[in-house]
């Protein structure tokens, strides 16, 4: 099975190619407001793409939460290559994909996960899974937590914390995994795991999550 993968919601953009059990992944850091640029990012892990699309299984992307252009900017363009090559496209939580590529450093074989993202300095998007094995599955639904909340959750020492969303006193805590950075990789393995299931995933079902509204401020 081939996929493709784009990360560009946040302070990064990233791409993996998965090829069977093999990935190719590239990460590159910018300004949260630039705009992605498609052309490098393809050149960077040697995707053709006038003709590389048509040998993919189906492509997937990082929908949020997370930097609101950069989210409705891939969804578009992914939607489009989707609908003319037929492929499937699947939009992929940041908060699933963090606690992913958590998963890999974690060796008990149940443990829970909370993973925080930055919202602003006040508040931070949240979620929480159980890894069972492989398998992750969410506590509670996708949502907006305050900094004294999740102050409250770094007292726990039963679970795993992943994300830029803690407070710094989560730089201290023993079981937070700071290598989990985020990229385009956890997000081709929950895609190739998602297609070997046999379901349909239309490209426009695959939408940006945006859990809080954009706020436009006039110039």
Same mark, same amino acid.
């Given at each position: 099975?081939?996929?493709?993968?784009?990360?560009? +919601?946040g302070?990064?953009? +990233? &791409? +993996?190619?998965l090829?069977?059990?093999e990935v190719?992944?590239?990460?590159?850091?910018?300004?949260?407001?630039?705009?992605p640029?498609?052309?490098?990012? %393809?050149?960077?892990?040697?995707?053709?793409?006038?003709e590389?699309?048509d040998?993919?299984d189906?492509?997937?992307?990082?929908c =949020?939460p =997370?930097?609101?252009?950069a989210?409705? &900017?891939?969804?578009?363009?992914?939607?489009? &290559?989707?609908?003319?090559?037929?492929?499937? #496209?699947?939009? &992929?939580s940041?908060?699933?994909s963090?606690?992913q590529?958590?998963?890999?450093?974690?060796? !008990?074989?149940?443990?829970?996960?909370?993973?925080?993202?930055?919202?602003?300095?006040?508040?931070s998007y %949240?979620?929480s899974?159980?890894k069972?094995?492989h398998?992750?599955?969410?506590?509670?639904?996708?949502?907006?937590m305050?900094m004294?909340?999740?102050?409250? #959750?770094?007292?726990k020492?039963?679970? $795993?914390?992943? =994300?830029? =969303?803690?407070?710094?006193?989560?730089?201290?805590?023993?079981? %937070?995994?700071?290598?989990?950075?985020?990229?385009?990789?956890?997000?081709?393995?929950i895609?190739?795991?998602? #297609?070997?299931?046999? !379901?349909s995933?239309?490209?426009?079902?695959?939408?940006?999550? $945006? #859990?809080?509204?954009?706020?436009?401020?006039?110039?």
């Amino acid at each position: 099975m081939k996929v493709l993968s784009l990360d560009v +919601s946040g302070n990064y953009s +990233s &791409i +993996s190619l998965l090829h069977d059990d093999e990935v190719n992944t590239f990460t590159q850091t910018h300004d949260r407001k630039d705009r992605p640029d498609w052309d490098k990012l %393809f050149a960077s892990i040697g995707f053709d793409s006038r003709e590389g699309f048509d040998s993919l299984d189906g492509m997937a992307f990082a929908c =949020g939460p =997370g930097s609101y252009t950069a989210l409705r &900017i891939t969804a578009s363009f992914l939607k489009a &290559i989707a609908e003319v090559k037929k492929l499937p #496209l699947i939009a &992929i939580s940041n908060l699933l994909s963090m606690a992913q590529e958590a998963s890999q450093w974690i060796d !008990e074989a149940d443990a829970n996960i909370y993973v925080a993202l930055e919202a602003d300095k006040k508040e931070s998007y %949240f979620c929480s899974y159980q890894k069972n094995n492989h398998k992750l599955t969410p506590l509670l639904a996708e949502g907006i937590m305050q900094m004294d909340e999740l102050l409250e #959750l770094l007292k726990k020492d039963d679970c $795993y914390f992943v =994300g830029t =969303g803690w407070p710094t006193a989560a730089e201290n805590h023993q079981k %937070f995994l700071d290598q989990v950075i985020g990229s385009a990789e956890p997000i081709a393995i929950i895609a190739k795991q998602s #297609l070997e299931t046999g !379901e349909s995933f239309l490209p426009e079902d695959a939408n940006p999550i $945006y #859990l809080k509204t954009p706020n436009y401020k006039k110039s």
